[in-house]
């Protein structure tokens, strides 16, 4: 069964960091492109970022550029989200999704989240 | 605001069908073959209904079927159940933003 299941979510100050982590399971993680997507409170699904499978091209939304940086260990099973510089408006749950094919744009499979909160 | 237009809510009658549309722009649902749909029960993840317009991932239930035409996509849920009950987001690559969600859209069945 694929599982993805993300940690490192919790209670930051603004202009402070967090380290999101999303480990894999049930299927080999160096075989897919990766993604975080967020959600703010009540609000709708935001893509994030992306990452190929070497690691190799990465994409970011404007809203998170030059703050965040995505990357991975693909013999950990593991997807990465440093979060730098943290602004209120990075308060959201934050899923981590696995790329249903290769140089699609879907996610077949996403972890529960986990809930970043940015307030003073 | 979101990128893609979504209606904020529809709603259905058991066994009726519904249709949710989702209208961006020749940037992204007019210019490519990426639009995909998730539905998303409150508290819990999103989980792919759609992709690539129309291609239901197994598992998936054939009353949930994707279209398109122009700058529109379409997300048909026939012989609407309880159990559809949930919010939905349509998603597009674009070439300006990479990729794009819709605000949602509330289904309530009746």
């Known amino acids: 069964e694929v599982q993805l299941v993300e940690s490192g979510g919790g209670l930051v100050q603004p202009g402070g960091s967090l380290r999101l982590s999303c480990v894999a399971s049930?299927?080999?993680?160096?075989?897919?492109?990766m993604t975080w997507v967020r959600q703010a409170p009540g609000k709708g699904l935001k893509w994030v970022s992306y990452i190929n499978i070497s690691g190799s091209t990465i994409y970011y939304a404007d809203s998170v550029k030059g703050r965040f940086t995505i990357s991975r260990d693909n013999a950990k099973n593991s997807l990465y989200l440093q979060m730098n510089s943290l602004r209120a408006e990075d308060t959201a749950v934050y899923y981590c999704?696995?790329?249903?094919?290769?140089?699609?744009?879907?996610?077949?499979?996403w972890g529960q989240g986990t809930l970043v909160t940015v307030s003073s | 605001q979101s990128a893609l237009t979504q209606p904020a809510s529809v709603s259905g009658s058991p066994g009726q069908s519904i249709t949710i549309s989702c209208t961006g722009t020749?940037?992204?649902?007019?210019?490519?073959?990426?639009v995909s749909w998730y539905q998303q029960h409150p508290g819990k993840a999103p989980k792919l209904m759609i992709y690539?317009?129309?291609n239901r991932p197994s598992g998936v239930s054939n009353r949930f079927s994707g279209s398109k035409s122009g700058n529109t996509a379409s997300l048909t849920i026939s012989g609407l159940q309880a159990e559809d009950e949930a919010d939905y987001y349509c998603?597009?690559?674009?070439?300006?933003?990479?990729?794009?969600f819709g605000g949602g859209t509330k289904l309530t069945v009746l």
């Open positions: 049930g299927f080999t993680l160096s075989s897919y492109e």
């Open positions: 020749s940037s992204d649902v007019g210019d490519y073959n990426y």
């Open positions: 999704g696995r790329v249903g094919h290769s140089s699609s744009w879907y996610e077949d499979h």
């Open positions: 690539d317009v129309s």
């Open positions: 998603s597009s690559y674009s070439s300006t933003s990479r990729r794009v």
